[in-house]
């Protein structure tokens, strides 16, 4: 396989990931344009961007141009994705598509009673094993945990996890059906898309749109993570509001690709598997398809570390709404709720006097689903652990377990540190989620669970004050 990736930096301000103060990650080898949703362009050979057209009858060294969609022509210009990409073959050509291990592949697309059970009981799993079996690449060790909705309507979203030993060869997915926001909790991901390489290490996201191929490589061996989707809708940004213009996740520190083709000599075969409403489905091909020599647009791949967020918290008494942990959001047609969110509770300062410092006891009209990518949760510090997750469904109580309120209700209150060397997430939705028999029934689910809060100690006194 032949390779050639940019020979000259491209024109927008861009930089190769180091070590720093706020990067708990590995580094990273690749190059990157910065900021969000950007109009960004990038060339791996000078010149092989069109000037002033999207569409020369014949583009710079024989290519091809091709529009990649992620909204519809006519949706406003201030919501309106798309890219050009300038591809040495273009993507039409494979041949016809078939199912892909139809039946057993563990992806469910139709959340209903036919696919999936529902309960509203409080929900938690131990770290999912990655599996021993050889040849378990990403798309192969892909799984649903639950969901809800249909993507035939573009409309709910879905929770995965993912286990693999092997990297994809001379494989590429597609996913036709949502946008998937990806988790990586043991062992880094490099990650080839149409736009360029992405390499991403635990405590890092990397966001992938609907449509966009993507293969899989593991630089570590064996990993784990978790992955969400979204069937309408992209993610973005969170809306400030009263907290000003800065904080939370600063729009500098997204990280797209820069161009980077692949040539394949003639002969080589190559798998595209695509999940089309839940299903898999794989054609072949005699090429790469990463052989995209330039792109512009606002379409496109990205990363970000989590250990970049700007925290904001209370620094008087009382809490803030977990709201302000919000990296990214989906929204839906319902102001201020969300399709999905995605939160972490990253390591920071409590300083609230007067205040039960530990997450409060609520019941909540969104869906909680939380995983663990490192350390200890602050609210559960036993049996939810990395690589595990828990689901709190809507209006289900939750809250710390019994003997973080023992401690929470008992110590002095000092200003101090919480949560480091641990990073929680959540993936919270306006959606009430279905579970797959697979999630239901798996050996690491923990039956255990609810007896977290059966000691928490009963303090009533009548004639206290």
């Not at 708990?24 to 990038?42: A, C, R, W």
């Not at 091709?66 to 993507?91: D, K, M």
Request: hydrophobic fraction near 35%; aromatic fraction near 12%; proline fraction near 8%.
């Amino acid at each position: 396989m032949l390779s050639s990736e940019a020979v000259t930096p491209p024109p927008l301000p861009s930089h190769t990931a180091t070590s720093t103060k706020h990067d708990n990650v590995s580094v990273d080898p690749y190059t990157y344009q910065d900021g969000f949703g950007n109009h960004f362009s990038s060339e791996a050979l000078k010149g092989a961007l069109p000037v002033g057209q999207n569409t020369p009858q014949v583009c710079p060294y024989g290519l091809y141009a091709e529009q990649l969609s992620g909204t519809a022509f006519t949706v406003g210009r201030s919501g309106n994705q798309r890219s050009w990409l300038y591809r040495i073959h273009p993507s039409v050509m494979h041949r016809p598509f078939e199912p892909y291990n139809a039946g057993s592949h563990g992806i469910v697309g139709t959340f209903d009673s036919r696919t999936t059970e529902t309960t509203p009981t409080q929900i938690r799993w131990l770290p999912f094993p990655i599996a021993d079996s050889e040849g378990l690449d990403f798309v192969d060790g892909l799984r649903t945990i639950g969901g809800a909705g249909d993507t035939a309507l573009k409309s709910g979203l879905a929770v995965h996890i993912f286990t693999a030993n092997q990297s994809m060869d001379r494989r590429a997915f597609c996913n036709s059906d949502g946008d998937l926001l990806i988790v990586p909790q043991q062992g880094r991901l490099d990650i080839t898309t149409e736009f360029g390489k992405i390499m991403a290490a635990p405590n890092e996201i990397v966001v992938i749109q609907r449509g966009v191929r993507f293969s899989v490589a593991l630089p570590d061996g064996p990993s784990r993570g978790y992955a969400l989707e979204v069937y309408d809708g992209h993610f973005e940004l969170p809306d400030l509001g009263p907290i000003g213009a800065n904080g939370l996740a600063n729009p500098r520190d997204f990280q797209t690709p820069v161009a980077k083709y692949e040539s394949t000599e003639s002969g080589a075969e190559w798998s595209i598997i695509n999940k089309y409403q839940g299903e898999l489905f794989v054609a072949q091909q005699d090429h790469s398809p990463f052989d995209v020599v330039a792109w512009h647009g606002n379409y496109a791949p990205y990363k970000y570390n989590l250990a970049k967020f700007s925290v904001i918290g209370s620094v008087s008494f009382d809490h803030v709404d977990p709201s302000v942990f919000t990296v990214l959001t989906c929204k839906s047609a319902y102001p201020g709720t969300a399709v999905a969110d995605f939160v972490i509770f990253p390591p920071r300062f409590e300083v609230q006097m007067h205040t039960f410092r530990p997450p409060y006891f609520h019941r909540n009209c969104m869906s909680e689903f939380m995983g663990l990518i490192r350390g200890e949760y602050e609210a559960k510090k036993g049996g939810f652990l990395p690589g595990g997750a828990s689901l709190h469904s809507m209006m289900t109580p939750h809250g710390p377990d019994a003997s973080t309120v023992a401690n929470a209700t008992t110590r002095e209150l000092q200003p101090g540190r919480v949560a480091d060397g641990t990073q929680a997430f959540m993936f919270e939705s306006m959606f009430q989620l279905r579970l797959t028999k697979w999630a239901v029934e798996h050996k690491q689910r923990d039956h255990d669970y609810y007896k977290a809060w059966q000691s928490i100690p009963i303090t009533f006194n009548p004639d206290q004050i």
